[in-house]
């Protein structure tokens, strides 16, 4: 949805979709990504409760910072070789891999962290993302709160496809 409205524009995008999950090594997914999934099948109230506790203590990221660049080392290897003008994250995680990236240099464009719930987390707020889109005047004010720029941030509600609307 977010690259057909791109080049809804008329003039000549050139996107890169980079999809984290088939380009992460295979280790990576099994220490980031099954754990999550598996709690929130087998224990909700135990995900419930880190998430709280994570929220709490204002966490700033979802993983040490060794795991997203050794686990992501092909994604940040291809954004270095497509040099983007604009890097958009549409997930937590995402955005903390863009921004490693842009902080060892990988690439110098700007974040954009396009939020697709109505509710953030610490860990959104990097100081390298440059721009927040956010789904609710609540996750407004909790970026604000967690230390982002109010004037860095449009709530413009969660991005939909409109073919599914």
């Excluded at 995008?13 to 980031?32: K, N, P, Q, T």
Aim: some cysteine; proline content about 5%.
């Amino acid at each position: 949805m977010i690259r057909a409205a791109l080049q809804d524009g008329g003039g000549h995008v050139e996107i890169l979709l980079v999809d984290v999950l088939e380009m992460a090594r295979g280790w990576f997914e099994w220490i980031y990504v099954h754990p999550y999934w598996w709690m929130l099948k087998h224990a909700p109230g135990t995900w419930r409760t880190l998430f709280e506790l994570r929220n709490r203590q204002r966490h700033r990221s979802t993983a040490p910072g060794w795991v997203f660049r050794h686990g992501c080392a092909d994604v940040l290897e291809c954004l270095r070789a497509f040099a983007p003008n604009l890097v958009i994250a549409t997930e937590i995680g995402a955005a903390e891999i863009a921004a490693l990236g842009r902080r060892e240099q990988w690439f110098d464009a700007p974040i954009l962290a396009v939020q697709t719930d109505y509710h953030a987390e610490p860990p959104w707020v990097q100081t390298e993302v440059d721009y927040y889109c956010v789904g609710s005047e609540e996750a407004r004010a909790q970026l604000v709160r967690w230390g982002a720029s109010h004037h860095r941030i449009l709530v413009s509600g969660v991005p939909i496809d409109p073919s599914s609307a």
